[in-house]
């Protein structure tokens, strides 16, 4: 016979599950934030005893409106963060399982990609994800199996209003790469998808990922190492810095990757020259635009246009190509194989966009201080007055040349790839 304690317990969850059968939407709502309220932290035994070994009925209840609603987000929000309240609280995976027995893992992948529901409810959805996925490998293969992977990825690319939902999904992909070998590729794979994203916080998160998975695989795939060059056009520096990490990472001795290294250092390359043609284009055009274009004002707003355009992303990922080559200090004798002399000096040149000028400089400077070779061949193509103004000072070098001294950094004929 259950005693009198028992029997107010009894009588309280039967009154809780009236008012929730029979109340409107803003009833549940508020019985939803009291039950949140009230048990934030709570174990699985003492829910139990609080709602007379009954929990599982308002349980079902609150799984049961979540899968008839959820496409509607109707009270989204505080149905999953009572449902955290159980998750969180299973010690014996008692409510996880019947969440899982009605189709609760399914719901909040279906989540994720609903472009309607706003990004704290997917966030919420994604921290479900977590702790389930915290209960062992099973239940990270059960997430994988069901498609999981590319569901957290698309979210995470997509969204670009929250960076904490973007954040939380890569919690998520890490936790599931961790300790799950059949399913490391898998999340590898997707991270690679969300390079080529228009999201900057997700291309940062994914490229940040990814330094930390790739040392644990054996080989690198081949279609990463183009979008992580690219990321270099990034008008972001966090983007950029994560994808400078990671082409160290790929080009590092310890990789022992030849082919790699090797395929990475031309990308940069070519990219390089690219930069330069256009650059060479850009210079022609001003010099057409100033034959048929004297009067001042015209000039002036010219000007001030291509301020407001701001440097093209070329520019940008030239500037980052120079920073780059000059912290991947292993591989210098590579690129001075690729005649990267030649090419650093007509960055130097490259009157467009000062950063370039800039890193170029330091670069070079960097090559000139170690080969002698380097010094010799710099000094004779930019001369005694032009290479004493250079290895004087490479950081502001750019600042004192004239265009006559930048085209003779443009014009230069060192060709080192020989030696």
């Known amino acids: 016979m259950p005693n009198a304690r028992q029997e107010a317990s009894l009588t309280q969850i039967r009154r809780l599950l009236s008012r929730w059968d029979q109340g409107s939407t803003k009833a549940r709502r508020q019985i939803l934030l009291d039950f949140i309220e009230l048990h934030k932290s709570i174990t699985e035994p ?104 590319r569901a957290i990825a698309e979210c ?34 997707g991270l690679i998808a969300i390079l080529l994203s228009t999201s900057a916080k997700a291309q940062e998160l994914a490229v940040s990922l990814l330094c930390k998975l790739q040392p644990q695989l054996e080989r690198v795939h081949g279609s990463l190492l183009e979008p992580v060059v690219n990321l270099l056009q990034s008008f972001h520096a966090e983007v950029q810095y994560q994808a400078m990490e990671f ?59 291509s301020l407001k355009g701001g440097p093209m992303p070329i520019f940008i990922q030239q500037a980052a190509i120079c920073k780059c080559i000059r912290l991947l200090t292993n591989q210098r004798d590579r690129f001075l194989r690729l005649n990267i002399v030649h090419l650093l000096l007509c960055v130097m040149g490259n009157e467009s966009y000062p950063e370039s000028q800039r890193q170029a400089s330091l670069t070079l400077h960097f090559f000139v201080e170690k080969y002698s070779s380097v010094y010799d061949v710099v000094f004779e193509a930019l001369g005694e007055q032009l290479f004493d103004m250079f290895y004087r000072d490479p950081d502001g070098f750019y600042s004192e040349m004239n265009s006559i001294q930048a085209d003779v950094c443009r014009s230069n004929r060192v060709n080192m790839s020989s030696e």
Request: charged share 30%; with cysteine.
């Open 247 to 305: 082409i160290k990472i790929l080009m590092s001795k310890d990789w022992n990757d030849e082919n790699t290294a090797a395929i990475i250092a031309q990308l940069l390359i070519n990219c390089l020259k690219d930069s330069l043609n256009q650059d060479k284009t850009d210079i022609d055009d001003d010099e057409e635009e100033e034959e048929v274009e004297e009067d001042d004002h015209e000039d002036n707003n010219k000007l001030i246009d």
């Open 46 to 149: 003492e829910l139990e005893t609080e709602f007379a070994q009954s929990a599982s009925l308002f349980f079902t209840r609150i799984t049961s409106w979540l899968r008839i609603t959820y496409l509607f987000g109707t009270c989204l929000n505080e149905q999953l963060r009572a449902l955290r309240v159980f998750l969180q609280s299973s010690t014996g995976n008692k409510f996880l399982s019947e969440f899982l027995d009605v189709g609760g893992l399914f719901t909040l992948l279906e989540i994720l990609n609903v472009n309607q529901i706003k990004d704290e409810d997917k966030r919420q959805a994604l921290e479900l994800l977590k702790l389930i996925a915290d209960n062992g490998r099973v239940y990270k293969e059960l997430i994988c199996q069901s498609y999981g992977i």
């Open 156 to 189: 995470m690319a997509k969204s670009t209003t929250h960076e904490n939902t973007q954040k939380s999904a890569q919690i998520l992909l890490d936790s599931l790469a961790l300790g799950n070998p059949l399913y490391i590729q898998q999340v590898y794979k």
